[in-house]
């Protein structure tokens, strides 16, 4: 079965510190890779997603993530983090059947950011 | 141009109380998907509709919840009676229909900002 970890229920980093958030997926074939961001009182806003090609995408907020077919791993990172980064961060697989994908998030990753 | 909206942003009620959310999907888009994360617990899939039909509703987690998308347009989750373990977040999403031209048969999935039921 599909299922996606992440690790680290809970992360602080100072405010300009480098960030990596890991996430490490189980699929049976090549997956479409998310990461979203739920921001405190704000719905999931997707952050950059893998379909095929190079394999570090970037994405919104100055976000990247690279996938690793190796290590089965879509680690987010962002080199200087801001206050307003604060946020829980959710890993996600989509599993193709058809024409459609039913996500799969991990558990989430809450950020704390110190001034 | 819209994003997916959902209405309440949230509802308390007592536990046998029936409830219904709403959810309506970016304009064009014929996928939209039910999740919900309950309390400490991950974002789990409810179903999916494209357009007016169930596709999967697998996630589904008993009869007392109902799902219809009526004329392919927006969609309405019913929860009758609801219990405590209903609390929770209950966010919708849609995404286009790829065309088979495309090379791919995925497109994003767009969340809306989600309803927080709790069921006392």
């Known amino acids: 079965a599909q299922s996606v970890t992440q690790p680290d229920i809970h992360i602080t980093v100072s405010e300009g510190a480098s960030l990596e958030l890991r996430c490490n997926y189980s699929?049976?074939?090549?997956?479409?890779l998310f990461w979203y961001v739920q921001s405190p009182g704000q719905g999931l806003q997707l952050l950059l997603k893998?379909?095929?090609?190079?394999?570090l995408v970037q994405g919104i907020k100055g976000f990247e993530a690279e996938f690793k077919r190796s290590q089965s791993s879509f680690n987010l990172r962002k080199p200087s983090v801001h206050w307003s980064d604060a946020a829980e961060y959710f890993c996600?697989?989509?599993?193709?059947?058809?024409?459609?994908?039913?996500?799969?998030f991990g558990p989430g990753t809450s950020l704390s950011v110190i001034p | 141009e819209a994003g997916v909206t959902q209405f309440p942003s949230h509802s308390v009620i007592e536990k046998g109380q029936t409830v219904t959310l709403r959810c309506d999907p970016i304009?064009?888009?014929?996928?939209l998907y039910w999740y919900r994360r309950v309390m400490g617990k991950e974002i789990k899939f409810l179903l999916h509709?494209?357009?007016?039909?169930?596709?999967?509703e697998s996630g589904m987690p008993n009869n007392r919840f109902l799902a219809e998308r009526t004329g392919g347009t927006y969609s309405t989750l019913k929860v009758q009676p609801a219990e405590l373990e209903d609390s929770g977040v209950y966010f919708c999403?849609?995404?286009?229909?790829?065309?088979?031209?495309?090379?791919?048969?995925?497109?994003?999935?767009?969340f809306g900002p989600g309803t927080r039921l709790t069921v006392l």
């Open positions: 699929y049976g074939a090549t997956p479409y």
């Open positions: 304009s064009g888009h014929d996928n």
């Open positions: 996600a697989v989509g599993r193709v059947k058809t024409s459609y994908d039913k996500v799969i």
């Open positions: 999403a849609s995404s286009q229909v790829v065309p088979p031209t495309s090379g791919r048969v995925v497109d994003t999935q767009y």
């Open positions: 893998y379909f095929s090609g190079d394999t």
């Open positions: 509709f494209v357009k007016e039909s169930k596709q999967d």
